[in-house]
């Protein structure tokens, strides 16, 4: 089993990566740490608190990460995951789940130097956390087996603005951190791969538990209806699930070994992923960038993991 740690914003896709990750027999989720993002770290936190509750789970631990970006204000996604980050589908339900006291960054670090080599990172939210790992304990670098974000866009146009990705976008510093920082094995999920993840009515059809059936269903309404208005399908991109599959099975995607730099510091290009395809400025590359997906055995291990 791969060890991992799930970092997220918890919105609607968030959730269900969740979803993914604690259901897979391939990985051990040794803890899910929590960023403020689309929503409030505040709410961010309870929204995977009541996921985990939904899943029955009794031993995966939560620990509060960073309550704002680096530098810059929060820029919620309230238009796109509804009020509550989860499209309402869990509104008046409570939660009574212990949250850890140990920060988030602390326990990325007690993780990865405990066992060097052995800790892979999903990311599906801003950056932050793990950028003030990496600024607060630079040991952990070279400990960390591998990092899985979901983030930027390298050949199409942004989410949010007409070039960023929202993860990128949020947090663009620390983005440029982790990009810079030299990990063995960084791997971008992109919308260049996530736009083609579209999960539609014929997919939630066949999950079989009518308890995730209803939830997946129910929190991806308002989510499937603005797709639905800009692109005239009644779908929704699962960005975040995706990355957590990657994370299971490499071959879902093919990648290119690249240089990409984070843009900070423009009026209207910041955070852009900048992808050097002919090796231009001449750095070493230091991620895989997925550009490419395999949809329908993405939809099997989705539907594999949710229906086990
Ligand atoms: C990413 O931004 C968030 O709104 C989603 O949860 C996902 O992580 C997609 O751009
Ligand atoms: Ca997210």
């Excluded at 509750?53 to 820029?75: E, M, Y």
């Excluded at 950056?127 to 070279?142: F, M």
């Excluded at 999920?189 to 939630?204: M, P």
């Amino acid at each position: 089993m791969k060890k991992v740690i799930l970092d997220v914003d918890t919105g609607i896709d968030d959730a269900i990566g969740i979803m993914l990750a604690v259901k897979s027999e391939a990985l051990d989720v040794v803890g899910i740490t929590t960023v403020s993002g689309n929503v409030s770290l505040e709410t961010a936190t309870i929204n995977t608190a009541k996921i985990l509750d939904l899943l029955d789970d009794k031993k995966t631990p939560i620990f509060a990460g960073a309550a704002k970006p680096l530098t810059r204000n929060p820029h919620f996604e309230h238009r796109v995951h509804g009020e509550d980050g989860i499209g309402g589908a869990l509104k008046g339900v409570a939660t009574n789940r212990e949250i850890q006291e140990q920060s988030a960054v602390d326990f990325i670090r007690t993780q990865v130097m405990n066992a060097p080599g052995d800790i892979t990172l999903i990311m599906t939210g801003p950056l932050t956390n793990l950028a003030e790992a990496v600024q607060q304990y630079p040991e952990i670098i070279s400990a960390v087996k591998e990092v899985v974000f979901m983030g930027g866009v390298v050949k199409g146009v942004g989410n949010v603005t007409p070039v960023a990705e929202y993860n990128m976008f949020a947090d663009p510093e620390a983005a440029s951190i982790v990009f810079e920082a030299g990990f063995h094995s960084l791997t971008q999920v992109g919308l260049d791969v996530t736009r083609s993840a579209l999960l539609k009515d014929e997919h939630i059809d066949h999950i079989q538990n009518p308890v995730l059936q209803d939830y997946v269903r129910t929190s991806t309404a308002t989510y499937r209806n603005s797709y639905f208005e800009r692109n005239g399908v009644w779908a929704c991109a699962m960005h975040d699930p995706l990355a957590v599959a990657i994370a299971i099975d490499a071959e879902l995607v093919k990648t290119e070994w690249l240089h990409v730099t984070m843009e900070t510091n423009s009026t209207y290009c910041d955070g852009q992923t900048i992808c050097d395809f002919q090796n231009r400025l001449g750095h070493p590359a230091n991620m895989h960038v997925c550009l490419e997906l395999d949809e329908a055995r993405f939809f099997d291990l989705f539907l594999k993991l949710l229906n086990a």
